[in-house]
């Protein structure tokens, strides 16, 4: 489904017409997938499987840039179906079409048609101080953290008291419609610092592109669980397993990142994960008593201790390795 939602005059004179799509769309897919076709592949997968009707649990728009007939620009978000909360992606204007205003005009409409279908925050990613990141500070973006490139746009006062208020938790199976919730979890301030080491995530990092590939390395049977603790509308846990190529598959690694305030149900999400048998190893920050707590409580001994191991603003910390068979 696609219509023009809004008209503008460029800098140069030139009239912009702004065309929402919805996904599944056919007709504009592969126009879609042209324009953003310098990204790497896996990008590309969940954009083409939305707009092919094959990937449900979230909503897919495209925001096309139109001058004279011709999609020279787009903006792409995917977001939960109730209550939006969304990722601003894919962000792009043709060369030959950049400095005329087409980047600010999308962006406008994006955030205006969000609030419209009462959203209630979208984040992204960006390089911190780029032209990119001027123009979304314009539009009402706020920085998280200091220096990280990772924004969010809120249109509900006190978001993060409500949308991590609940009290009751459920632990499910990880998937699509749980990428936005996950993004936006791995991009708050406070928790651990060491969020995912399988992906290398640390501090305030959002998980945009490795949720995709988290996604991918389950169809692909890579990855042997992932699981999401969600309370409410919120995803504020998320647990996976992946076998470890540095030693020829023979141990897997435990990931698992929860909100602060849901630490006591941790230990229900880590248990909730299909072990199987062998080796499965998991690493923690030693400062991190809570992390240590759970792990205990799940059946797993520490076995060593990697003195200085993690870089942290605050100075190198020692990694422990604990595990269980």
Known sequence: MHSIISVHKLRTGEEMSTLRVVAP??????????????????????????MEGKITGIRTYCYLAMLGGQIVGNITTAETLEDPVGIFQHVYTRPEHR???????????????????????????????????????????????????????????????????????????????????????FSIEDGWYMRSLIFGRFGVCGFEGDYINLMLSLRQKEAKDAKVLVSGNAVVGLAFLMPDKRWNYGVSILDFFVHPRFIKEASKLVRAIEFGTGKTQSFVERKEGDKVRILEECGFDLEATLKGQLLHPQGALDVLIYSKF
Not at 116 to 122: I, V
Not at 154 to 178: I, R
């Open 25 to 50: 769309d056919e007709e504009y897919k592969e126009e879609i997938l042209s324009l953003i076709g310098h990204k790497e592949a896996f990008w590309l997968i969940p954009v083409r499987e939305a």
């Open 99 to 185: 400095r005329k205003g087409i980047a600010s005009f999308l962006t406008q409409d994006v955030l205006e048609d969000f609030r419209s279908r009462r959203g209630r925050a979208m984040y992204l990613g960006t390089g911190y101080g780029s032209e990119a990141h001027r123009i979304y500070l314009r539009h009402g973006f706020r920085d998280i953290g200091e220096r990280t490139g990772y924004m969010r746009f809120l249109l509900e006062e006190d978001f993060d008291e409500n949308y991590y208020g609940g009290d009751e938790t459920q632990v499910v199976d990880a998937g699509w419609e749980h990428w936005p919730g996950v993004n936006a979890l």
